[in-house]
């Protein structure tokens, strides 16, 4: 091993090539190129192969990421791709979209002085050399089940649930409002971090295995949640959180300003080759504009690289915090500033100017105070700082929180936190309502794709105990 491993000393971190951001700004593709190779080989042997390896540890799924560099480096790459698919069911998605400077990278403790494995791509690019190479293959059971799951939200939890189940034998039928497949994965993430063919032929693959789709049903709507329980022996909400957060500040009503998911689908819906009123009216185009986005997290970012994608005039980011405290990656800042966002750190919105439409954003600048409760450094307004922004587009990048669940699902008796995610008991996974699981962002808040992986994961198992359970039941009582 210690041959062809231990290789940071003499080979320094590479991540794949990035096209250069003038190029990038006038695309929405992918903005690193996959490793070759041999690149690729040479850096997963950076590996040093620890025996407490931490970057493991700290990822979500507990991916068995010391052996798969290891089948990397010797040129396995079947057997890599075995040992990455078993544990996650979208590596190549994960491997492009996880913060992975704040999981499993920023946890490699390769040697100090020394830049961590580039974790992330090498996973990427096993399973894209998969796909390419017809490795990944739909599932086909060993034996079929008769008892059917129906799950709500066919976003990363609910998907993730859904291959598990089918790999166990059940029939799997997924729900969802939207008229495609992938919740936030399709219509949030835009399309230079995670290209939507990625997304597209994991559905295909679902769809091969049997999965059946409901796609333009909103349960509560179309369907309530009793009729699914009638229909199905266990029922998945994975329904995500939507309730975009607002501010209360003048002139908050004013044209030009949206929430920051409402821009992004309606792009992705452009990128997808959709029409939409929003887009063809200009009113959720950055075209020409001067753009305004608020918030700090990975939205915020999405926005801004979106908007400059899109032609704005200019593109500016406000966040109440400075860099170091904000929630948003730091390598999606870096890109962000490589395409020539500007950043507005330490500031806040305090009135929207304008007649009609928004003109100017009036700003206030901030000093970071006492540590609350949290540890976090309270932000205090600076008295007469004031200065206006220029804007004729203003994105609400504030984070976001549940719907009223009971009320949209139609059912009233569903048990919610004071947060308003839904309730459940963490080692069975179900709700107060018997055979109703939930997993994803509805159970966490709002959180990342890797933790709706492993959600939507856990809770296959659990609702395969549950069934199993009460079939023994059923059996036991009937030999009596
Ligand atoms: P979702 O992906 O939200 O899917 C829920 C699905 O349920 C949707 O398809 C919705 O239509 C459906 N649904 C809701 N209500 C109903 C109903 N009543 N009936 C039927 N269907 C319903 N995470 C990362 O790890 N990396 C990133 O780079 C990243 N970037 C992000 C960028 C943006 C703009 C946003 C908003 C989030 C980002 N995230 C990122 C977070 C990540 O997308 C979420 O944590 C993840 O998608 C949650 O998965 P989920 O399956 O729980 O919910
Ligand atoms: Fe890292 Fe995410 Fe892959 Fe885990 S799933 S190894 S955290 S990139
Ligand atoms: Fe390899 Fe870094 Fe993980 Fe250690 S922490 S096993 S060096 S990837």
Not at 250 to 271: M, Q
Not at 410 to 433: E, F, H, Q
Request: hydrophobic share 40%; net charge neutral.
């Amino acid at each position: 091993m210690a041959e062809r491993m231990l290789k940071f000393v003499g080979t320094p971190q590479a991540m794949p090539d990035k096209r250069p951001a003038a190029e990038r700004r006038r695309d929405f593709d992918e903005i690193y190129e996959r490793y070759a190779r041999d690149k690729a080989a040479e850096q997963a042997a950076r590996c040093s192969q620890c025996g407490v390896p931490f970057c493991q540890v700290h990822c979500p799924l507990h991916n068995n990421i010391p052996d798969w560099l290891k089948l990397t480096a010797e040129g396995r790459l079947d057997e890599a791709y075995e040992l990455s698919s078993a544990t996650n069911n979208f590596p190549e998605i994960c491997g492009r979209i996880c913060p992975q400077d704040r999981l499993c990278e920023g946890n490699c403790v390769i040697e100090k002085g020394f830049e961590s494995v580039t974790i992330g791509s090498v996973e990427k690019y096993i399973t894209d050399t998969a796909w390419d190479r017809g490795w990944v293959k739909p599932i086909q059971p060993r034996r079929e089940r008769p008892e059917s799951i129906g799950i709500v939200g066919a976003g990363p939890a609910g998907l993730a649930a859904a291959e598990q189940l089918r790999r166990k034998g059940y029939q799997v039928a997924v729900y969802d409002r939207y008229d495609r497949v992938g919740g936030l994965l399709i219509y949030g993430i835009p399309n230079f971090k995670l290209e939507k063919e990625i997304v597209q032929r994991r559905e295909k693959l679902l769809r091969d295995s049997k999965v059946t789709f409901h796609l333009n049903c909103e349960v509560g709507r179309d369907v309530t949640l009793e009729e699914l329980r009638d229909r199905h022996q266990a029922v998945l909400v994975a329904t995500g959180v939507y309730k975009a957060r607002d501010i209360a500040a003048p002139g908050v009503g004013l044209t030009g300003i949206a929430a920051a998911l409402d821009y992004l689908t309606t792009s992705n819906r452009h990128g997808l080759g959709e029409m939409t009123a929003a887009f063809e009216s200009g009113l959720l185009d950055a075209k020409d504009k001067n753009v305004v986005v608020i918030g700090g997290g990975d939205t915020a970012m999405d926005c801004v690289r979106t908007a400059v994608r899109q032609g704005a005039k200019s593109v500016k980011c406000l966040y109440r915090r400075d860099r170091a405290n904000m929630p948003g990656s730091q390598r999606e800042v870096k890109h962000a500033e490589e395409e020539g966002v500007e950043f507005v750190w330490l500031s806040t919105p305090q009135a929207f100017l304008g007649k009609d439409a928004v003109s100017h954003v009036r700003t206030v600048r901030i000093h970071l105070g006492m540590p609350d409760a949290s540890g976090r450094q309270m932000p205090q307004e600076i008295p007469n700082s004031h200065f206006n922004i220029e804007a004729d587009l203003v994105l609400m990048a504030l984070g976001f929180d549940p719907e009223d669940l009971p009320a949209m699902l139609a059912a009233p008796d569903l048990g919610v936190t004071g947060w308003g995610t839904l309730k459940i008991d963490w080692r069975s996974m179900m709700t107060n309502l018997d055979g109703v699981f939930a997993a994803g962002d509805i159970v966490r808040g709002a959180s990342l794709v890797v933790w709706a992986v492993r959600d939507g994961r856990d809770a296959a198992e659990r609702i395969h105990s549950y069934l199993t359970t009460k079939v023994q039941a059923a059996q036991r009582i009937a030999a009596e």
